[in-house]
């Protein structure tokens, strides 16, 4: 399934377009992870959570929940929220 990721993970993908597979949003990203190490730290705290500047949609749909089911045709798109000032 295509994968579009935030800026700030391009210097883990190489660009905003990837493909991974998964049945759930935590088995696209251990996907994504093994595809470009390192990348699902950025996503992921150390408590499996997701961190709080992340947010992550599923064909549109925002959630939180990594045991979210994904289809084959799903588009999953990571993004970094903006704050400030």
């Known amino acids: 399934m295509n994968v579009i990721v935030s800026s700030v993970l391009y210097n883990y993908t190489g660009g905003p377009t990837v493909t991974a597979s998964g049945a759930t949003l ?16 950025r996503i992921i705290d150390e408590q499996d959570r997701l961190r709080p500047h992340m947010r992550l949609f599923v064909d549109e749909e925002a959630t939180f929940d990594l045991g979210t089911p994904l289809r084959a045709q799903s588009t999953v798109h990571i993004l970094a929220a903006l704050s400030g000032g």
């Open 26 to 41: 935590r088995d696209l990203l251990a996907d994504l992870d093994r595809q470009f190490p390192g990348v699902r730290f």
